[in-house]
């Protein structure tokens, strides 16, 4: 009894010391919120822009106060929209009172496309005759491809820069299936569709190999032109240089190369900025992040108020994945139709960064889409990735934009279904059971596929693979003879897509916002931005117990947290998928 006790007391000891820390936290994070209240941000004459780009990139910022706080508490950079960046760019462009922008990017992991709109912005801020700068201990082969476009680009004189070309992984768990006497039993239309292979073979087929080295030299071919452009070098001399793994070697390799400006520590680089900023070598530099300078007013050169609207939709995430962070088909879908309904909404541009997921998801966001398009115009702007299910939900466009890096394509779906009978045995497990009907217990998990339910299940799936060609032909005005020749599941670059006609034109989020606005034949226009904003508080007490799930997951296994959260879309994603094949990690 005196045990039963103590270990009471010392469980409920535990249970308040634990209470004591949440309140110490969330006191901290008030706090932080209200230290950052929601007043307007006024800035002095010579002011620098600052961009941390360290952080995870989406394509649209959700002001989440609770989100920035932890951040701030955690000492992790804060999450950042492309929207937002694209608009305090635009913004800082105009005003008077910004002189120029510092890049912070050395640590940069979003992908190239997103990247590359970034660069497009800077590149235009600089044809006002302001500068870029940037300065990193250390770049990824990411932030040095962003930072390249700047005016100087200098480095830590002990500092690296990878620069060593693209590469391409993906993870096998055949392997571990087959100890653990798991049999995915798999049925696919495509002989690209790779999404499958991970569960199936324990390295890539040829076909998979083939299209990953197509795509990926798409890729590269268009970074290091752009670096070369950007630097002022030849080609060549870009991939000379990568094949000297400069990472670690001496920087001035980069240097005599021309890639980098020069070597300087941080006080040098910060006295550079205050000879061009005119501050007195005793005083700060004025500088405002991001997040500050989004609250800055400067005016526009349109002036009035307008009623016309140009809606821009987000469709970000996996479709119907499971855990609710990504695409849910039917909230899309009603998001899509309320801005086919306004009759203020003059256009809609529908943004896509997505690998795929559902095919009925994929169908039912892509009745919308069609329906919208035929009221409106409708133009699709791709980011990092928008194949399978992402270019299923695009093809209904009347005009689709993707950069060059965009991974698209993928036209293809599969459907899985795991046998764990191997592993009950090893266990000792067994089933028994009563049916009504033939196909009563189907599909089993602890069975393998009789003859015919493949057969039922491979008709569906070619059953669905023929209304995606459809789809997809009826959307670029061809066959589904000529959509089956680009499809098959195979993944191309945007480059690669727009020789195929599966793309129209190169471009980011403000070019096909520019081709929507010429599309309604409008003059002023003003942005609605969907889906509608989550009260913050409630997204906040919403995602606690997923975050806490992904942080612990994180804490333990590190970047391996990723196999898991695969495992987990197997149990929580529909059966029959139109995804991008997994986790493709392009570095």
């Not at 680089?269 to 005083?283: A, G, H, N, Q, V």
């Not at 003879?481 to 989020?509: M, T, Y």
């Amino acid at each position: 009894m005196v045990k039963f006790f103590k270990y009471l007391l010392a469980t409920f000891a535990g249970g308040l010391v634990a209470a004591f820390f949440l309140v110490l936290i969330f006191i901290g994070i008030l706090s932080v919120i209200a230290s950052s209240s929601d007043k307007e941000t006024k800035i002095e004459e010579n002011t620098l822009l600052v961009l941390n780009l360290e952080g995870p990139i989406f394509d649209r910022i959700v002001e989440n106060p609770f989100e920035d706080a932890l951040a701030e508490l955690s000492g992790s950079p804060s999450p950042e929209g492309l929207n937002r960046i694209l608009a305090n760019i635009e913004k800082a462009k105009r005003d008077e009172n910004i002189s120029g922008i510092v890049l912070e990017t050395g640590l940069l992991t979003t992908g190239y496309a997103t990247i590359e709109e970034i660069r497009d912005a800077l590149i235009d801020f600089k044809s006002t005759g302001k500068f870029v700068y940037s300065f990193a201990p250390i770049y990824t082969q990411k932030g040095y491809y962003l930072a390249s476009v700047c005016d100087k680009l200098y480095l830590n004189p002990g500092g690296m820069v990878e620069l060593n070309g693209l590469y391409a992984e993906r993870t096998f768990y055949k392997g571990t299936l087959d100890k653990l006497g798991v049999e995915m039993q798999i049925v696919k239309h495509g002989k690209f569709k790779s999404a499958v292979e991970p569960f199936m073979l324990d390295e890539m087929s040829e076909p998979a190999r083939l299209q990953t080295e197509v795509y990926l030299n798409s890729m590269w071919d268009h970074v290091k032109e752009k670096i070369a452009e950007s630097r002022g070098v030849e080609v060549a001399l870009v991939d000379e240089v990568a094949d000297q793994m400069p990472m670690l070697r001496d920087p001035q390799l980069l240097l005599e190369n021309q890639l980098i400006d020069g070597l300087k520590y941080k006080d040098e680089f910060l006295e550079e900025l205050k000879e061009l900023t005119d501050t007195d070598s005793d005083d700060d530099l004025s500088a405002v992040k991001s997040s500050k300078y989004a609250k800055v007013y400067v005016p526009k050169e349109t002036k009035g108020f307008t009623r016309e609207k140009i809606a821009v939709v987000y469709a970000q995430g996996g479709i119907d994945d499971g855990s609710g962070k990504g695409i849910v088909s039917e909230d899309l879908s009603k998001t899509i139709r309320k801005a086919r309904r306004d009759s203020s909404v003059k256009a809609i541009v529908l943004r896509v960064n997505s690998p795929g997921g559902s095919a009925l998801g994929s169908e039912i966001i892509w009745r919308e889409v069609q329906l919208a398009s035929e009221v409106k115009p409708l133009i699709v702007s791709m980011g990092d990735v928008a194949a399978s299910g992402g270019y299923y939900i695009s093809c209904a466009a009347d005009k689709i934009l993707a950069g060059p890096t965009t991974l698209t394509g993928s036209i293809g779906i599969f459907g899985m279904i795991p046998n764990v009978e191997g592993l009950t045995d090893k266990i000792g497990l067994s089933f028994d059971g009563v049916k009504t009907n033939k196909f009563s217990d189907m599909p089993s998990l602890t069975r393998p596929f009789t003859k015919d339910e493949k057969d039922i299940m491979q008709a569906y799936i070619e059953h669905g693979y023929d209304i995606f060609i459809g789809r997809c032909a009826d959307g670029r005005d061809t066959s589904k003879d000529a959509i089956d020749e680009v499809g098959q599941g195979r993944v191309w670059s945007g480059a690669n897509a727009k020789e195929i006609n599966l793309v129209d034109e190169f471009g980011g989020l403000n070019k096909a916002i520019e081709a929507a606005k010429e599309a309604a034949g409008l003059e002023k226009y003003r942005i609605l931005e969907l889906p509608e904003i989550e009260d913050p508080v409630q997204a906040f007490i919403k995602g606690l117990s997923g975050e806490a799930k992904m942080f612990i997951g994180k804490s333990i296994m590190g970047d391996e947290y990723k196999h898991l959260e695969v495992l987990e879309s197997l149990k929580s994603g529909a059966q029959i998928q139109a995804r991008l094949p997994y986790h493709i990690t392009v570095r």
